[in-house]
């Protein structure tokens, strides 16, 4: 394999693993371009190569889901916010579906970060150093608790007090 053909597919790697919102239409393109664009380098991708570019599709979206699951991101512009996060799950969980590949463990980890985001909330927002910052509803939320296997029914009553109505 000539530099050249590694070139073309470290820079397209590269653009979906650091895409923005968006990384399945990100992987697309890039699949697109280095195999049938007219200005693309037409090559064949192997499996493994593809892969790779399916990977870092997958990586970025674990990345903009747990971005909106942190704490210390909620004051920052980077920030989306919990329904945010739900929809990139939800669309990381089309993804792998898709692709064929196994998310089951990433959803442990949004379950654990779930958990540490709504920890830190109700307790900043119970000591009153902050305005809540979910902006979702009690219902969405306790469905993406469930859809994670944080909890099995229904958060704690609690909770319903730092969503909005």
Sequence with gaps: MNSGYEEHLDNEWFLVRYSGETPEIALYSAIHYLTEAEDGPKLSLSEEQVALLKEAAAERYREIVLRDLQPENRDKTIYRGLKRAIINFQRFECFCRRQHLDGQDFKKEVAASLLFFLATECVEVAKGSRN????????ELNAFA?????????????IETVCPE
């Design 146 to 158: 469930r859809e994670v296997g944080l909890v099995v029914n229904r958060l704690p009553r609690h």
């Design 132 to 139: 809540s910052s979910i902006n979702c509803s009690f219902q």
